[in-house]
């Protein structure tokens, strides 16, 4: 390439699945200041600007007591960061037509994406049989990881984490011998429902928690689902970037069924979700963190798993090999 082509822009770029940050931002404004992103505090009388590094940022959640303004949004969209709004410590969002969705996601959305991978998504994703095996292929994806990751040496060091290796990978096995045998959705989504059952009584054992009752839609009270909700969201900001990166709408889902809102992020979440962020949330709540020392826990765990690269590849690999099949 002739140097003089390269603009200081393309110095710069780095992949999605390479970069580092993700930001959960509260009581702050989102504003361009001499020409860089930046968000404002407020102490007293003083007002305190910190950078963000767009170039670096994959997602930036906005809190409770947010602003945005459209400069900050124009070069939010030219960076490709995934921008969601979410309630305080990043739990749902509570509309005001009184429907509950998930998280206000403002994707960098354009027309100029790339077409590959969408194609191929829609040539199997109308056939039931092949949908059923791109769900059922999610699974193990996400079966391979949490076995993977809870029986890491990272993990086996984790003081707060004594996990017995045995009832973890007889578990694991039996649900990828039942999920690969499943021959409907609805099989298919039970089976997943037992599962993640399972796991949460196993963690809570393993840490000493006591009773546990995942709670639905955000309504934890105790420190367990609320680091779950919390973590959870931060994998759901991964899982947009991912969709959006190929070029896949939210609303192709594999698993989550055909008409539920934004199904496809919450299926490629749930590649990473069990195996990384459950774990670190029982152990956050065991320990006292707060909801920032957690927050961090999950983006380095998130970072040191290279959890966008498998979103990103899963995605890419299904959508190339089961679209060759439905032509």
């Not at 009581?27 to 407020?42: A, F, I, K, Q, W």
């Not at 194609?119 to 039931?128: G, I, L, M, T």
């Not at 007889?170 to 011998?177: F, I, N, P």
């Not at 970037?241 to 939210?250: D, E, F, I, Q």
Request: charged letters at 20%.
């Amino acid at each position: 390439m002739d140097r003089n082509s390269v603009t200081p822009s393309d110095l710069k770029t780095i992949l999605h699945s390479k970069r580092a940050n993700i930001y959960y931002l509260q009581y702050c404004r989102v504003l361009v200041n001499g020409g860089r992103v930046e968000y404002v505090t407020d102490e007293g009388k003083e007002s305190l600007y910190w950078n963000i590094p767009i170039a670096n940022t994959t997602v930036v959640m906005l809190g409770t007591g947010t602003s945005v303004t459209q400069a900050a949004m124009r070069e939010f969209a030219r960076a490709g960061v995934m921008v969601g709004f979410c309630g305080g410590g990043g739990s749902p969002l509570y509309s005001g037509n009184e429907r509950e969705i998930e998280v206000s996601w403002l994707a960098p959305q354009s027309e100029y994406r790339p077409t590959e991978y969408l194609q191929n998504w829609v040539a199997f994703w109308f056939d039931d049989a092949l949908r059923l095996a791109a769900a059922k292929r999610f699974q193990q994806v996400r079966l391979q990881h949490i076995g993977r990751h809870w029986l890491s040496s990272r993990m086996r060091r984790e003081p707060h984490f004594p996990l017995m290796e045995e009832p973890l990978l007889a578990l694991l096995s039996k649900a990828q011998t039942q999920m690969a045998q499943a021959d409907t959705h609805n099989t298919l989504m039970l089976q997943e429902a037992q599962l993640t059952k399972a796991l949460y009584k196993l963690v809570s054992q393993t840490v000493k928690y006591g009773d546990f009752t995942r709670a639905k839609r955000g309504g934890g009270t105790d420190a367990a689902n609320r680091f779950l909700d919390h973590g959870n969201y931060l994998a759901y900001g991964l899982a947009a970037v991912a969709a959006w990166v190929t070029g896949l709408p939210h609303g192709l889902a594999v698993m989550h069924g055909k008409t539920r809102r934004g199904g496809l992020v919450f299926d490629i979440a749930d590649l990473i979700k069990d195996a990384l962020v459950m774990p670190q949330a029982f152990i956050a709540a065991m320990t006292g963190d707060d909801e920032q020392a957690f927050r961090q826990r999950c983006i380095t765990g998130f970072q040191q798993a290279d959890a966008l690269d498998l979103m990103i590849n899963t995605l890419q690999e299904t959508a190339c090999e089961l679209g060759g099949k439905a032509r």
